[in-house]
């Protein structure tokens, strides 16, 4: 009899079949996690904020910066974030074509984030002006870089639950999956509005 537990029928059950999930234990952890991840991002920053005027006799962000391309950019995270939200109001109205559409859109917009991102990049290296250069570029390919990653993760994440929607719909478990992504998301478009603010921005008019 040890090791099994006897329900009222006297069968034997080894196993419960139903899923135990505290309520709100999953948004509780996801919160931990993008607090962990606001830590990393602050460290940056901080680095940044030290290394970024160490040109090493380089060239500096008025020297490489394309503002124009770099505010297209944003727009693009920006306009992804509006497309989130769309997404989530038909979540809430159990309109499952609906929400993958806007999720499909979504993605489209971060993947042409992610484009411009590495067309930067390597326009930036094949001028010269690769991470090695100076202090500066390394701060700056360390910190924009690990935003681009976050994003990349964000995007295999999102196809992952569109292909989890069309497959079991807006149950619970998705809906839930969905809003913790819908955190992820939002927070990966403050963290770049800092940087085109305190790296981009600030850089060319210092």
Same mark, same amino acid.
């Given at each position: 009899?040890?090791?099994?537990? %006897? ?6 059950e ?14 509780l ?9 606001c ?6 920053f901080?680095t940044?904020a030290?290394?970024?005027r ?8 008025a020297d ?11 727009s ?15 979540m809430?109205?159990?309109?499952k074509?609906?929400?993958?559409f806007?999720?499909?859109?979504t993605g ?8 411009i ?6 326009h930036? %290296?094949?001028?010269g ?9 390394s701060?700056f390919?360390?910190l924009?870089g ?8 964000? %995007? ?20 839930r =999956?969905l809003m ?11 963290v770049? %509005?800092?940087?085109f603010?305190?790296?981009y921005l600030?850089?060319v008019? =210092?």
């Open positions: 009899m040890s090791g099994t537990v %006897i329900d009222k029928a006297n069968k034997p080894f196993y419960v079949t139903e899923e135990h999930h505290p309520e709100g234990s999953t948004m952890g996801f919160w931990l996690y993008l607090m962990s991840d830590l990393i991002f602050a460290v940056l901080a940044f030290v290394l970024g160490n040109f090493a006799a380089g060239p500096s962000p490489l910066f394309d503002l124009p391309l770099v505010a297209v950019n944003t693009m995270l920006l306009l992804s974030s509006i497309t989130y939200g769309f997404a989530m109001l038909q809430e109205r159990k309109e074509g609906a929400t993958l806007w999720l499909a859109i489209i917009f971060g993947l042409t984030f992610l484009g991102e590495l067309y930067e990049f390597a930036l %290296i094949q001028e002006a690769g991470p090695t250069r100076s202090a500066f570029l701060s390919f360390t924009v690990t935003h681009g990653l976050h994003v990349t993760f964000g %995007i295999v994440w999102l196809v992952t639950l569109m292909v989890q929607v069309s497959m079991r719909g807006l149950i619970v478990e998705n809906r =999956r913790c992504l819908s955190m992820f998301w939002h927070f990966l478009d403050v770049w %509005i800092g940087v603010s305190f790296v600030m850089g008019l =210092r």
